[in-house]
């Protein structure tokens, strides 16, 4: 697939119900959950036809899964609940608690693999330890399911992560840099930043065979094999990265910043910035639905962007 940076037209755009809302897009792109003090609302990102709405106080984090059937948010005390959609059915709900002295968790963030596994990363309230879990997850209600591994990290400042497709392994950004976790507690080391870290963003190809990085300074592909790091070619300065993704043929990378919509394309055995599609600022999220449309959340709409042959 070529990708280009003129052929992207604006050819939908959705007022979201929520305000000031934040909001995740499900693997694939086509789902779109956002959330503002006390509700959440689930969309079809095409269209942009209504799934759900819930009512959750203190939402801090979200995710939908690829097929639109679950929704799982974390609230600011610790709680983390599990909806079933179409039709809305409240599945679980649980605080999560360590033992003494920890007594609680602190949720940093949700996210659904593509296979349906949930990735959760938490800390042990009053402690700098980075818990990550990967959760089986179905549409069946009763209480919280077990994790099927996790990966502790002692002394760690969570910044962000991202789980692979199929759930064996995670992409962990701490202020040491960047990790990979696997299961059984094993973990490697990738690389450090090129600066502080600040506002780094990642996530894993469709096939799970390369991750991307990207932060203000610049950006990155690993290659997982191999275990090897390449920059991305030409990459621009960007204020406050706020989110990665990738095409369905791995060929191209958007990138959302207070600078705009971006992409950057596969060249020359690796990636090369191309440029901004919409240098609108606030962009927080995007997605790939397929080759050829985008989705984009920016403050209180959904957007989408189609390319012209």
């Given at each position: 697939?070529?990708y280009?940076?003129?052929?992207?037209?604006?050819?939908?755009?959705?007022?979201?119900?929520?305000?000031?809302?934040?909001g995740?897009?499900?693997?694939?792109?086509?789902?779109l959950?956002?959330?503002?003090?006390?509700?959440?609302?689930?969309?079809?990102?095409?269209?942009?036809?209504?799934?759900?709405?819930?009512?959750?106080?203190?939402?801090?984090?979200?995710?939908?899964?690829?097929d639109?059937?679950?929704?799982?948010?974390?609230?600011?005390?610790?709680?983390?609940?599990?909806?079933?959609?179409?039709?809305?059915?409240?599945?679980?709900?649980?605080?999560?608690?360590?033992?003494?002295?920890?007594?609680?968790?602190?949720?940093?963030?949700?996210?659904?693999?593509a296979?349906?596994a949930?990735?959760?990363?938490?800390?042990?309230?009053?402690?700098d330890?980075?818990?990550?879990?990967?959760?089986?997850l179905?549409?069946?209600?009763?209480?919280?399911?077990?994790?099927?591994?996790?990966?502790?990290?002692?002394?760690s400042?969570?910044?962000?992560?991202?789980?692979?497709?199929?759930?064996?392994?995670?992409?962990?950004?701490?202020e040491?840099?960047y990790?990979?976790?696997?299961?059984?507690?094993?973990?490697?080391?990738?690389?450090?930043?090129?600066?502080?870290?600040?506002?780094?963003?990642?996530?894993?190809?469709?096939?799970g065979?390369?991750?991307?990085?990207?932060?203000?300074?610049?950006?990155?592909?690993?290659?997982?094999?191999?275990?090897?790091?390449?920059?991305?070619?030409?990459?621009?300065?960007?204020?406050?990265?706020?989110?990665?993704g990738?095409?369905?043929?791995?060929?191209?990378?958007?990138?959302?910043?207070?600078?705009?919509?971006?992409?950057?394309?596969?060249r020359?055995?690796?990636?090369?910035?191309l440029g901004?599609?919409?240098?609108?600022?606030?962009?927080?999220?995007?997605?790939?639905?397929?080759?050829?449309?985008?989705?984009?959340?920016?403050?209180?709409?959904?957007?989408?962007?189609?390319?012209?042959?």
């Amino acid at each position: 697939m070529a990708y280009s940076l003129e052929n992207w037209e604006r050819t939908q755009e959705t007022d979201l119900a929520v305000v000031q809302s934040f909001g995740a897009f499900s693997p694939g792109g086509r789902y779109l959950a956002a959330a503002d003090a006390n509700t959440i609302e689930v969309r079809e990102t095409l269209g942009g036809s209504m799934v759900a709405t819930v009512e959750m106080l203190g939402v801090t984090s979200l995710a939908v899964s690829a097929d639109g059937t679950l929704l799982v948010a974390a609230d600011d005390d610790g709680t983390v609940a599990a909806w079933a959609l179409g039709p809305l059915k409240p599945l679980w709900r649980a605080r999560l608690e360590m033992p003494p002295p920890a007594y609680a968790q602190v949720v940093y963030d949700v996210q659904f693999a593509a296979n349906g596994a949930l990735a959760v990363a938490s800390k042990p309230a009053g402690v700098d330890n980075t818990l990550v879990e990967i959760w089986p997850l179905s549409a069946m209600p009763g209480e919280r399911p077990q994790p099927t591994w996790q990966s502790v990290m002692l002394n760690s400042n969570y910044q962000t992560f991202s789980p692979s497709p199929d759930g064996s392994r995670v992409i962990l950004v701490t202020e040491d840099g960047y990790w990979v976790l696997l299961p059984n507690n094993e973990r490697i080391f990738i690389d450090g930043f090129y600066d502080t870290g600040d506002h780094a963003v990642v996530a894993f190809s469709p096939d799970g065979t390369h991750a991307a990085g990207i932060e203000p300074e610049g950006g990155w592909v690993y290659d997982v094999a191999s275990h090897a790091m390449r920059e991305i070619d030409d990459m621009a300065m960007l204020e406050e990265p706020t989110d990665v993704g990738w095409s369905p043929d791995g060929e191209a990378l958007l990138v959302t910043s207070e600078d705009g919509l971006s992409i950057c394309v596969r060249r020359n055995g690796g990636f090369a910035y191309l440029g901004t599609i919409d240098d609108s600022a606030g962009f927080e999220a995007a997605a790939f639905v397929d080759d050829n449309t985008i989705v984009a959340k920016r403050g209180d709409t959904l957007l989408v962007f189609t390319q012209s042959a």
